[in-house]
């Protein structure tokens, strides 16, 4: 159902607890901010995902640098309209809503 969906997504998806974590995750989707505040990403992950906007977005000479020297293939693609619904409701649980863009 959809509210067991909901708390699978919240116990996969905390980035607090990839970051402190000496297992990666099999996905990890990067935002805009993850590549400006140059994030320390590397080995967090088997694969890394953006949307084509996201690479759009960066335009800060450090932050386009750090992308482009980023040491794992990033694959980009654009979410079905499913996953922007799910997306849009779990984002609306946990607050984070007014936050995406």
């Not at 969906?5 to 974590?21: A, D």
Request: glycine fraction near 4%; charged fraction near 25%; aromatic fraction near 8%.
């Amino acid at each position: 159902t959809g509210n067991d969906l909901f708390s699978h997504l919240e116990e996969r998806m905390s980035i607090g607890k990839v970051l402190n974590s000496a297992t990666q995750v099999p996905h990890l989707v990067v935002d805009t901010a993850g590549f400006i505040s140059a994030t320390r990403l590397e080995n967090l992950a088997q694969k890394y995902y953006t949307v084509p906007e996201v690479i759009k977005e960066v335009r800060d000479s450090k932050a386009r640098q750090f992308l482009e020297n980023f040491p794992y293939e990033i694959i980009t693609r654009d979410p079905s309209e499913e996953a922007l619904k799910i997306v849009i409701a779990f984002s609306k649980q946990t607050g984070d809503f007014a936050t995406l863009s």
